[in-house]
């Protein structure tokens, strides 16, 4: 409800505490500067006002007690403030006709503080609302997935996003944590592993080779507000025990200091691979997976719900489409982008938007127009599949099916790697991942790159 203060003279305080008010919504102001509008005034103070009243006692003088009187007989609800220059003048009103008295300094402390307030939880939910504008989609995965980011805001545990690369997991990360000021990303795929634990928690000067100055962590830069992990399957076992440490004891230990240094850090974690068969493989710590499922948030592919598809489409020619060019998906275009199977999720859409605003007039865009790549894994290597699912049939247990999948798997980086004629960087391109994630996972496998290129 409305808060209503009533001015009657033109003070320099009465103007501070107009202007502070004003800036808050659903505000009322009466203003009464002479002796004759103490009627209306009364008239006004015997209908119901609102929740919180500020009043003036300097303002009426000796019809203090009179108008207090009747505006609390007719609001026994509300608030009511009073203020005064010198409040000890007015001991002699009775305290039951108002909650509390206070000063003109600390009425001015009082009200800068919540206009304050108000003014974060103001700015939060415009966070909120623009952050969740991204979440576009009408499918019931889509539906669970917003209401689940919107409970996951309101907690502080550990949130780990799981779901195929081009979903959208740091859109979802940077939605839970928008009541943050402070929100800092690591890529744990794109931090050499000797370096991992000076990143994520600093050094001290002298620590090591090279270290010639003090330096803070992503960590500790983080503090007071969220770190988001992304690729977080990426990271080394030594790295996952210190990471175990900081999420149970809220502290960080730089490389060569002798003290712990406390944080409070809100943890995203994010991850594209099966954390449960990186555990069984030995390549993930299952304790530390425990202590970031907390809050598990799983992502299903575009494929799964291709419901979305025109409402992303649609998403993505606004948010490119140059300013007064109009553009619309024809009946055909959008048949077109529903039949195709999304290996790259939204990513890949996104681009195939994108691309085709760059190369078409505004207008209808029509299913010619849409250049959309060939799915490498439903065609190229459709007839490997088909022999790799053959051969698993003929595995007579679990261990035995795991090694031929790291095989074929090994098989089929090594094939791409070399239709890029030995360019890494190029095949990382065409798997759509991250060029270090891919050598991390050549070495995972026991494959030099030396003896994979051409």
């Not at 019809?63 to 000890?88: G, Q, V």
């Not at 009200?111 to 939880?121: G, T, V, W």
């Not at 399957?233 to 175990?244: E, F, I, R």
Request: glycine share 4%.
């Amino acid at each position: 409800m409305p808060s209503i203060d009533f001015f009657t003279k033109e003070t320099s305080t009465s103007s501070f505490i107009l202007d502070v008010l004003s800036s808050v919504d659903n505000t009322v102001d009466v203003h009464s500067p002479t002796s004759d509008k103490a009627p209306a005034i009364a008239e006004v103070l015997r209908t119901p006002l609102a929740a919180i009243v500020i009043w003036d006692l300097d303002s009426f003088a000796s019809k203090n007690e009179d108008f207090l009187s009747s505006l609390r007989e007719h609001n026994p609800d509300s608030m009511i403030l009073t203020y005064a220059e010198f409040p000890d003048r007015y001991a002699s009103i009775s305290s039951k006709l108002y909650d509390t008295i206070l000063s003109v300094e600390a009425l001015r402390l009082h009200l800068m503080s919540k206009i304050a307030r108000l003014k974060e939880i103001h700015n939060a939910k415009r966070v909120f609302r623009e952050r969740m504008s991204h979440l576009v989609g009408k499918s019931e995965a889509m539906k669970r997935l917003r209401k689940n980011v919107e409970r996951a805001i309101l907690h502080t545990g550990p949130v780990l996003i799981q779901g195929e690369t081009g979903v959208g997991k740091d859109l979802i990360a940077r939605a839970i944590a928008c009541v943050y000021d402070k929100f800092v990303t690591v890529n744990c795929s794109a931090i050499p592993e000797a370096l991992f634990e000076s990143e994520l928690f600093g050094h001290t000067r002298g620590a090591f080779t090279g270290a010639q100055n003090e330096r803070i962590g992503l960590f500790e830069d983080a503090n007071g507000g969220a770190i988001f992990l992304d690729e977080i399957g990426d990271m080394p076992l030594h790295a996952q025990v210190k990471l175990l440490r900081v999420i149970q004891n809220h502290e960080i230990r730089p490389i060569g200091a002798n003290k712990t240094r406390h944080i409070n850090v809100r943890i995203i974690a994010a991850t594209n691979r099966d954390l449960r068969e990186e555990i069984l493989e030995k390549r993930f710590r299952e304790d530390l997976y425990y202590r970031l499922n907390v809050i598990p948030m799983q992502l299903s592919p575009l494929r799964d719900r291709k419901e979305d598809i025109e409402d992303l489409a649609n998403y993505f020619i606004r948010q490119y489409a140059p300013a007064g060019e109009p553009y619309s998906l024809s009946p055909e275009a959008l048949q077109k982008l529903q039949d195709h199977n999304w290996p790259g999720n939204i990513r890949e859409l996104e681009n195939v938007i994108q691309r085709a605003l760059c190369f078409t007039n505004p207008g209808i865009l029509r299913a010619e127009e849409l250049q959309i790549d060939e799915d490498l894994r439903t065609n190229k290597h459709h007839t490997n599949a088909d022999r790799a699912a053959i051969k698993a049939f003929s595995a007579s247990n679990y261990e035995e099916f795991r090694n031929m999948q790291l095989d074929e798997e090994r098989e089929f980086l090594k094939s791409t790697i070399r239709n890029c004629d030995g360019s890494v960087s190029l095949a990382a391109e065409r798997l759509r991942m991250n060029r270090t994630a891919l050598y991390n996972r050549l070495t995972r496998l026991g494959l030099s790159i030396k003896n994979v290129r051409p």
